[in-house]
């Protein structure tokens, strides 16, 4: 139980002896999840049918209009705690709930969602320069269920995307969602080598950018 959390051969990788350890007033009803999806993106979740979870299990998310897909990355104590550095507001009635674990049939469907990302990401950047918006399309990601997408993107301003979403949504019949995000998360999500020959840190363990100033910059 537990593990590695980085899923890398970093020296770094650590055991989580924590994962299973809740606080005295919680039971496994109402223990919080972070589950990682497609490259850096993590989300917290409610284990409210009080399913036998570890870390590494796939499970079946609630979302917006049809479920996710996505990797246990912490649990119990470190979960909570976690919630409250990225300062998550509400009670535990206003967290997403896990439905259960994934099953054949939903991972074979995000097998299949995954498999359209780099046609539709191509795709994509066409549209846009028939557009001529002047923005880039960095990445795209499908909800596990295969009938949403999110479009990352980066712009110096702001962009007016409302015909592009009716041209993505007419070509890939998926509901379409709009991410700007900046250089530094761009790199996060298409991954690379650093200049010390091993994978970028905000690609493998890094969740926070720590502001640069332009003297350390310099």
Do not use: H
């Given at each position: 139980k537990g593990g590695c959390k980085t899923g890398g051969c970093n020296k770094m990788n650590a055991y989580d002896w924590f994962d299973s350890m809740q606080q005295p007033t919680q039971s496994e009803f109402n223990n919080v999840y972070e589950i990682r999806f497609k490259n850096t993106r993590k989300e917290f979740f409610r284990n409210a049918n009080g399913l036998s979870l570890i870390t590494g299990d796939f499970v079946a998310v609630e979302s917006d209009r049809g479920f996710d897909v996505g990797q246990i990355s912490l649990g119990g104590i470190l979960a909570q705690l976690q919630m409250r550095k990225k300062k998550v507001r509400g009670g535990l009635d206003k967290v997403k709930k896990i439905y259960r674990r994934a099953t054949k049939e939903d991972l074979e469907k995000l097998q299949l969602a995954r498999s359209r990302e780099h046609e539709t990401l191509v795709r994509s950047r066409e549209i846009v320069r028939i557009l001529n918006l002047d923005m880039?399309?960095?990445?795209?990601?499908?909800?596990?269920?295969?009938?949403?997408?999110?479009?990352?993107?980066?712009s110096d301003q702001r962009v007016d995307f409302r015909e592009l979403i009716k041209l993505l949504a007419g070509e890939f019949k998926i509901r379409i969602e709009m991410k700007q995000i900046g250089l530094r998360f761009e790199s996060a999500l298409v991954g690379g080598i650093g200049?010390?020959?091993?994978?970028?840190?905000?690609?493998?363990?890094?969740?926070?950018?720590?502001?640069?100033?332009?003297?350390?910059?310099?």
């Open positions: 880039k399309m960095s990445e795209v990601e499908y909800q596990g269920d295969n009938t949403k997408a999110i479009f990352y993107y980066i200049s010390c020959g091993r994978e970028l840190c905000c690609a493998t363990w890094l969740s926070d950018f720590k502001t640069v100033s332009t003297a350390a910059a310099r």
